[in-house]
């Protein structure tokens, strides 16, 4: 099902993609890669946008609750157990530089984000002392979170703390006045997949199924950096589900989100026949989950707990990724002589992040890289965040050896709306049946080699490993591998005894 801002904002066409040359070649057309896009088109840059889907805002922007806020859940004190001080401080000030960036944007286009107060909550006493913590993290970062706001809630909460003057957004219609931006100034967003980025002389070229671009400068702005193997191998994978409610009673003024588990995040949108609640529920590793589909029913009932008369209109999902510190990453792709640039990371918070991106992308091309970029850019790897990198190792390795076990039976034929992994021969098979047809892809994602598992709600092939995610007949759906899963038709015979 479309998400509540696809479904109700007017799609985002493509461009003729006319000469495969340009100054900067953008790989996305999320809000990063489009905002990038747009302020270096606004310098005079000949610009083109390269979207792999089939319509602007696919991926996570499109599917996102596109809050736009500074207070982000309990982010920032746990950002300076993992990061240097310095780092989170540069963090802070291009989040308040992007966001505010973003807002002049969207008003200038006549698009303006609402202003809203973001909230974060708690429900038990530990997500309680994680907000004390926050609190503190933040105003010593110069961010002048309160501790109240529990009374604007529709619910009982055990604690929260809130920030005036944040915003929220119909994210899709945020893209349009992205692309009109870009447009006015002569840039262009064209429908291609890129396969590789190389540098070449001066330039980059990138192989597209249609052909193959030249560019002075590329950015890969695709949320995990595609094609980036040792980048997004650092990262990890997050997918939550969020769903839009209609319902006659009162929807929440403010943005809020909790710290604890469930995570639950509620906001007020407007909806095709009036204002409609949107919820959140908790993020799971990427393919690690055993029934997705469970996690939207325990949001549906969370909901009418508060809210008797909600009424589904719209469920969705999305993924985003995160580095060991949790700031993001904006800098070069290694060994590209800085001409391949990408910017990942947003954990979730990528409205102002992406923006954020946007400003230190197009600054570095630019030759006026912002002081805060290039501090965040240069910052170091901490113990402490070595070790939050080699837990996540560990996790990737364990969820591949657990997938591994569960795909030793033979391979059968699932009911509807499933998938199973099961062995054939020597080989791992994926088999899936939707819609009535059975399809069988390989296993082994083409990104590292590990284990794919179903969605049961998305009804997906997902990386136990990096996120990776493909449709039933392999497809590639996002992530960072560049390729499909391998389709395979025949059974090969089992190998006679004796
Ligand atoms: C459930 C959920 C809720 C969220 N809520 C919030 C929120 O309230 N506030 C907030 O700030 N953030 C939120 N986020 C995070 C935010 O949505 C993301 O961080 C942000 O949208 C990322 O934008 P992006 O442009 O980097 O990536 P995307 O929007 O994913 O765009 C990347 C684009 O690159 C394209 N692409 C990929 N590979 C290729 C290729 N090889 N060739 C061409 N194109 C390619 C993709 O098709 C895609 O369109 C949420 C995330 C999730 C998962």
Not at 66 to 90: F, I, M, N, P, T
Not at 412 to 430: C, Q
């Amino acid at each position: 099902m479309a998400s509540l801002w696809l479904d109700t904002a007017p799609p985002i066409g493509f461009d003729e993609a006319g000469r495969r040359d340009a100054d900067v070649a953008v790989v996305g057309a999320g809000i990063t890669g489009l905002m990038t896009a747009a302020l270096l088109a606004g310098r005079g840059a000949r610009v083109v946008v390269l979207e792999a889907r089939d319509h602007v805002g696919a991926v996570a922007t499109g599917n996102t609750t596109a809050k736009v806020s500074l207070l982000q859940g309990d982010r920032l004190h746990r950002a300076l157990g993992l990061a240097r001080r310095d780092a989170v401080e540069a963090f802070v000030e291009g989040s308040i530089a992007g966001q505010s960036r973003l807002r002049s944007l969207l008003a200038a286009r006549g698009a303006p984000a609402e202003e809203r107060t973001a909230i974060s909550f708690a429900f038990t006493p530990a997500g309680v002392a994680a907000l004390e913590r926050e609190v503190e993290a933040a105003r010593g970062l110069g961010i002048p979170v309160e501790s109240s706001g529990a009374e604007a809630l529709p619910f009982r909460v055990a604690g929260a703390i809130q920030l005036i003057e944040q915003a929220q957004v119909q994210p899709v219609a945020m893209l349009a006045a992205l692309a009109a931006e870009l447009r006015e100034h002569g840039g262009r967003i064209v429908r291609a997949a890129v396969r590789s980025v190389r540098t070449v002389g001066r330039g980059v070229e990138l192989e597209t199924g249609s052909g193959v671009w030249r560019a002075g400068t590329a950015v890969l702005a695709t949320g995990s950096p595609v094609p980036a193997r040792a980048t997004s191998a650092l990262l990890t994978a997050s997918r939550s589900y969020a769903a839009a409610y209609r319902t006659s009673a009162p929807l929440p003024e403010p943005m809020a989100i909790s710290v604890d588990s469930p995570s639950r995040s509620i906001r007020s949108a407007a909806g095709p026949g009036g204002a409609v609640l949107v919820a959140g529920g908790p993020g799971h590793a990427v393919g690690r989950h055993a029934d997705p589909r469970r996690l939207v029913d325990e949001l549906d009932r969370w909901v009418r707990s508060y809210w008797p008369d909600a009424e589904r209109t719209h469920v969705w999902s999305a993924q985003d990724y995160a580095t060991p510190d949790l700031l993001p990453w904006i800098g070069a792709r290694p060994g590209s002589r800085g001409r391949v640039l990408l910017a990942t990371g947003f954990d979730k918070w990528g409205m102002s992040s992406g923006a954020m991106s946007a400003l230190a992308l197009a600054g570095r091309i630019a030759g006026e890289e912002p002081e805060w970029a290039r501090t965040l850019r240069r910052r170091g790897t901490t113990i402490a965040a070595l070790g939050q990198a080699a837990g996540a190792f560990g996790a990737v390795v364990a969820a591949d050896a657990r997938a591994t076990a569960s795909a030793l039976k033979p391979a059968s034929t699932p009911a509807e709306g499933e998938g199973e992994l099961g062995r054939e021969g020597l080989r791992l098979v994926a088999t899936s049946t939707v819609d009535g047809e059975t399809r069988r892809v390989s296993a082994h994602c083409p990104h590292v080699g590990a284990l794919v598992a179903w969605n049961t709600q998305d009804r997906s092939w997902d990386c136990v490993a990096h996120g990776s995610r493909f449709a039933p007949d392999g497809s590639r759906l996002e992530g960072p591998a560049d390729c499909p899963l391998r389709a395979l038709r025949r059974a090969p015979r089992e190998p006679v005894a004796g």
